[in-house]
């Protein structure tokens, strides 16, 4: 829990001291997610920035509208999968209920169910965090290695998810946060675990040959 804390605390320290891009890179990002057809890109340009600016580079609000040119076709690829996945799980969840109505063995595979698409979600972090740690951005790339690191940090992974869902919620209260800075916390909390877990995997086996870059 430790770990994970300090990977918020570090995204939140980042969010904090470059606010005016933080807020405005935010809001874009909601402005062209409510758009539908312009949400992919717009979330892989999202954490095009949180990478920079977790690397500490210099970063504004040009980069964010560079990368979601640049990124629009790798966008589109990783909005592809989450389009298929998502229809499925979400399918699966609603078509559960009707069909179990409230019996125990319906209730349980539907938790089931919504496990599994909490994870995808999840995992969707580390994915697109990944993208800009590789030599050339690929979604099945950084997806496998997503999974990998997933699951070779779960007590870690469900602390970050845990933490990231709290804040959220927290600034749901105060509508203004969570829409103003919701969007580009996870990205950067995001960038942040996957630097986190590279760096502890170095540490511990002195490569990163687990990973594929």
């Excluded at 920035?49 to 504004?60: D, F, K, Q, W, Y």
């Excluded at 640049?70 to 298929?84: P, S, V």
């Excluded at 969707?124 to 740690?133: H, K, P, S």
């Excluded at 590789?134 to 933490?163: C, D, I, Q």
Aim: net charge positive.
């Amino acid at each position: 829990m430790s770990e994970a804390w300090g990977v918020v605390r570090a995204a939140l320290r980042d969010t904090w001291r470059d606010l005016f891009v933080t807020a405005v890179v935010s809001l874009s990002w909601l402005g062209l997610t409510l758009a539908v057809v312009t949400a992919p890109p717009a979330a892989v340009a999202l954490f095009y920035v949180g990478n920079r600016l977790a690397h500490e580079e210099p970063t504004g609000v040009r980069d964010f509208w560079h990368g979601f040119r640049r990124f629009w076709g790798l966008g589109w690829r990783w909005g592809a999968l989450q389009i298929a996945v998502l229809f499925v799980l979400v399918g699966d969840v609603i078509l559960t209920g009707r069909l179990t109505g409230s019996s125990d063995v319906g209730r349980l595979v539907q938790g089931l169910y919504l496990a599994l698409l909490a994870a995808w979600l999840l995992l969707q972090v580390y994915t697109l965090a990944f993208l800009f740690e590789l030599e050339e951005p690929s979604v099945r790339t950084a997806l496998r290695n997503g999974v990998v690191m997933m699951g070779k940090n779960p007590v870690f992974s469900l602390a970050l998810g845990f933490l990231l869902l709290a804040l959220l919620a927290a600034g749901t209260l105060l509508f203004f946060l969570t829409s103003a800075l919701g969007g580009v916390l996870v990205a950067l909390a995001g960038s942040h675990a996957v630097l986190n877990r590279l760096a502890a995997h170095r540490a511990s086996v002195g490569s990163t040959q687990m990973y594929r870059e």
